[in-house]
């Protein structure tokens, strides 16, 4: 039995933006019910040298966006620089699932062995074979930054479970 590549980056991508939306909507409710202003939520931070809750929001979409074009030899989803609450870091994570989902399904099966770049924010590149980098780069780091989103709301005193970070059954 095979596992196709766009079963391993889309068909895993997806369902964990969904449950990260679900999240952030946790997140609102949470704030709203203590009087909060949801800026404090998405502020904070594990560390002071850590991202915030926006930025690892913001990365977890920003790795499933690249990896994928790159594997579909397409050009990324790119979003405008405004400022992020809750309802705009939700429609990000919409036009992510969009973006991923509208993709060529054959373009990303044939991508196991192609040559592809990723591009780090200060301009250095590194490259892999299509397969190595959903395996070994872009799927670890977009669960880094989900995981690190959801232990930030956890950390806040959001109710949540690891339920709510798993998702419903597939």
Do not use: W
Request: aromatic residues 8%; glycine residues 6%; charged residues 20%.
């Amino acid at each position: 039995m095979t596992i196709s590549l766009h079963e391993a980056s889309v068909g895993v991508f997806v369902p964990y933006l969904e449950n990260l939306s679900s999240l952030l909507d946790r997140a609102a409710a949470h704030a709203e019910a203590r009087n909060i202003d949801p800026a404090v939520l998405l502020n904070m931070r594990l560390s002071p040298t850590m991202y915030n809750l926006k930025q690892q929001v913001g990365e977890a979409k920003r790795h499933a966006i690249v990896a994928c074009a790159l594997l579909a030899g397409r050009a990324p989803h790119t979003f405008s620089g405004t400022e992020l609450d809750i309802p705009e870091l939700k429609s990000r994570i919409s036009a992510t699932v969009d973006f991923v989902q509208g993709l060529p399904r054959e373009e990303i099966e044939n991508a196991a062995d192609k040559e592809v770049a990723f591009t780090f924010k200060n301009g250095t590149q590194r490259n892999f074979t299509g397969k190595s980098l959903l395996l070994t780069f872009s799927v670890p780091q977009f669960f880094f930054h989900v995981t690190t989103a959801y232990d930030i709301l956890r950390h806040a005193g959001v109710d949540l479970a690891k339920k709510d970070f798993l998702g419903p059954p597939r």
